[in-house]
């Protein structure tokens, strides 16, 4: 399927979900992160805001500030992501698309810095490949950060498919998570 129709097909599968059904398969999605030996090592996590219906986050984000460790949500910059430290998720406000996210006059950090960062996705296949909502921005801000065992991404099983007929700019994740299966593709977690 392109990519266009799958991100389509896939977002409308995703709308249907109710908060019940996405907190049931949520919840065990970022146990099984929480529980990557990854986890306990890292002193840098880079988390998201969930919309549109995406795995939440709010589980890993306390674990992480309970255990001391620097925790970074991005922020949209004209066509990049920052990436800022947060004390407090709910000091965060609505920012680009509706997104929440921290002030750009935090501590900012370059994504190099942190040892995992988790992606959301509309799609992911099983070399790691990522859809998203079509504009690039993680692309852009990770890519070069590919293969090093850090890029972590997040989905609800039904996400996950065989192929995404991907482009050379598409940023691939080295693990997936959904609430059936932690899928190791590359380098350490
Ligand atoms: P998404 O990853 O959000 O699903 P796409 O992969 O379709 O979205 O990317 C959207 C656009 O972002 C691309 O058409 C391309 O123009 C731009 N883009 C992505 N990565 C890069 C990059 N490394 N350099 C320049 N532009 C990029
Ligand atoms: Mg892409």
Redesign the pocket.
């Known amino acids: 399927m392109p990519?266009r129709k799958l991100?389509q097909f896939m977002l409308d599968k995703r709308r249907e979900l109710t908060a019940e059904e996405r907190g049931v398969s949520g919840h065990p999605i970022q146990q099984a992160f929480i529980a990557l030996p990854a986890f306990a090592e890292a002193r840098i996590v880079a988390l998201y805001s969930p919309v549109r219906g995406e795995v939440d986050t709010g589980e890993v984000v306390q674990a992480a500030l309970k255990d001391g460790k620097v925790v970074l949500f991005p922020v949209v910059c004209g066509e990049d992501l920052r990436f800022v430290r947060v004390y407090d998720p709910s000091e965060m406000g609505k920012g680009a698309f509706g997104i929440d996210e921290p002030c750009l006059t935090g501590e900012a950090y370059a994504p190099d810095e942190a040892n995992l960062i988790v992606i959301p996705g509309?799609a992911f296949d099983r070399s790691g490949k990522?859809?998203?909502?079509?504009?690039?921005?993680?692309?852009?801000a990770l890519?070069h950060l590919e293969g090093k065992g850090k890029l972590v991404g997040f989905c609800y099983d039904f996400q996950l498919v065989d192929e995404i007929v991907a482009?050379p700019?598409?940023?691939a994740v080295d693990v997936i998570i959904t609430e059936k299966r932690v899928i190791h593709l590359r380098g350490y977690q």
Do not use: N, T
């Not at 990522?130 to 852009?140: A, M, T, V």
């Open positions: 990519k991100r509309v990522r859809i998203g909502f079509g504009k690039g921005y993680y692309d852009r890519h482009e700019h598409d940023v």
